[in-house]
């Protein structure tokens, strides 16, 4: 036996959680009549929902009170969209009416979520088929109703963005029976254009005013686009077919201008940030090169250049010193064995070669006779000895050896 002891406060939160974490309860489309219906100077709308054997309270606040048809009155069937929970002031538990429609509607609705799904089955609202919007258009397509307050709100902010987009408008009903061959005739003109991106969007409104963008040709040829999509279809409860197939959704018209350009003054404070982060960077470079000259300049050979080679001048002086000595030596050993030589050489001179007894004769054409047969008989030869020349005719000549 569970001994806690709980407060009423306490028990009614307990059970308001419990409804609240219920899945079945969350997102739940109820059918039933309205009786009791009472709308109350805050805006609120209560009333009861009831069948042949049951009722449950029902509550509709005013900020949703626009997602319900006109003229709504006690006997009504409808289907409303919500979700039960607890009101833990009073213990009670009640439907929370986020949208409403006539009954009449239910097998629309019945049909638009088979479209849902069969589409769904076929890949066509998959995350990977996203695409990324470009962030720098040049030019952006609007499909939207003419002269409509949601147009004016995305051309009004588009070019508040960046005054520089080139906009396309391609006008269309945007409600109504003829309004999915107006929207796909709009649809296939932007194609043709030389676009980045494609809004389709137009202002808020009930359920049934916004059928025209669940028609399964339109959101077919929508997922067939060459450029990204942006939806701009009803407000933030609002989804249509095409808010599926978009690459983008924005709840609002305005919201779909933000989704398709980067505002001008966001790439004015990114320049402005680039441009301080790039003062920064050079400064840190010019710093660190002045840093860097600094340390050389105070290396030794800057601050007194000829220390850095004046013992190299001192070796080469010394160098050249020891050179010039080593060169006066060897000239004065040559000098001497020159020297040496002279004695020799004036051995061997011709003045010597004659005082020695040696004589060298020579033909009429002062020509050194070498050998017997340079000279012939009868001519006459010079001869030269130790203090003269003798000049004598040849009157025989006998070879030696017999020859």
């Known amino acids: 036996m569970n001994e806690t002891i709980f407060s009423v406060t306490a028990l009614n939160r307990h059970i308001k959680q419990m409804f609240d974490n219920d899945f079945i309860l969350r997102g739940l489309r109820l059918k039933g009549e309205i009786s009791n219906f009472k709308r ?19 509550v509709m606040y005013v900020s949703y009170t626009k997602f319900m048809p006109s003229g709504i009155k006690d006997g009504d069937e409808i289907v409303a969209t919500g979700y039960v929970s607890v009101y833990p002031q009073r213990g009670e538990y009640q439907f929370y009416a986020q949208a409403i429609d006539l009954f009449g509607k239910g097998n629309q609705l019945l049909e638009l979520e088979l479209l849902k799904k069969k589409l769904a089955s076929e890949g066509l609202f998959d995350a990977s088929r996203k695409r990324k919007i470009k962030p720098f258009p ?14 004016s709100d995305i051309k009004t ?3 508040r963005r960046n005054p520089l987009i080139e906009l396309k408008i391609f006008p269309s009903l945007v409600q109504g029976s003829d309004a999915p061959k107006a929207l796909l005739k709009a649809l296939n003109e932007a194609k043709m254009s030389n676009i980045d991106t494609l809004i389709i969007g137009r202002g808020g409104g009930a359920s049934e005013d916004l059928s025209a963008f669940n028609d399964e040709t339109l959101v ?29 959704r924005a709840s609002t018209p305005t919201g779909a201008a933000e989704l398709a350009t980067i505002d001008k ?24 090169l002045k840093q860097k000259i600094d340390s050389i300049k105070s290396r030794p050979f800057f601050i007194n250049p000829k220390a850095m080679y004046a013992d190299a001048l001192k070796d080469v002086a010394q160098l050249k010193e020891r050179m010039d000595l080593a060169i006066s030596h060897l000239i004065k050993m040559k000098k001497e064995k020159l020297t ?8 061997l001179s011709v003045d010597a070669t004659l005082n020695r007894g040696f ?16 000279v012939k008989l009868n001519t006459s030869v010079k001869t030269k000895v130790s203090g003269g020349i003798i000049t004598s005719t040849i009157t025989k000549k006998e070879k030696t050896n017999g020859k």
Do not use: C, Q, W
């Open 359 to 374: 004589a060298i004769m020579m033909d009429e054409n002062n020509k050194i006779v070498k050998d017997i047969d340079d």
């Open 220 to 248: 077919r040829e929508a997922a067939k686009f060459p450029v990204p999509i942006i939806s701009a279809v009803g407000h933030e409860i609002d989804f249509t077919l095409i808010d599926y197939i978009a690459d983008a």
């Open 40 to 58: 109350y100077p805050s805006g609120h709308i209560y009333f009861t929902l009831k069948d042949e054997e049951s009722s449950i309270k029902a």
């Open 340 to 347: 040496s030589y002279i004695p020799r050489l004036n051995s």
């Open 138 to 151: 040049k030019s952006v397509g609007v499909i939207s109703a003419p002269n409509s307050a949601a147009l």
């Open 265 to 288: 003054r966001e790439i004015y404070d990114s320049l402005a940030n680039y441009e301080t982060r790039m003062e920064d960077v050079l400064i840190n470079k010019i710093n660190n």
């Open 157 to 159: 902010n588009l070019l």
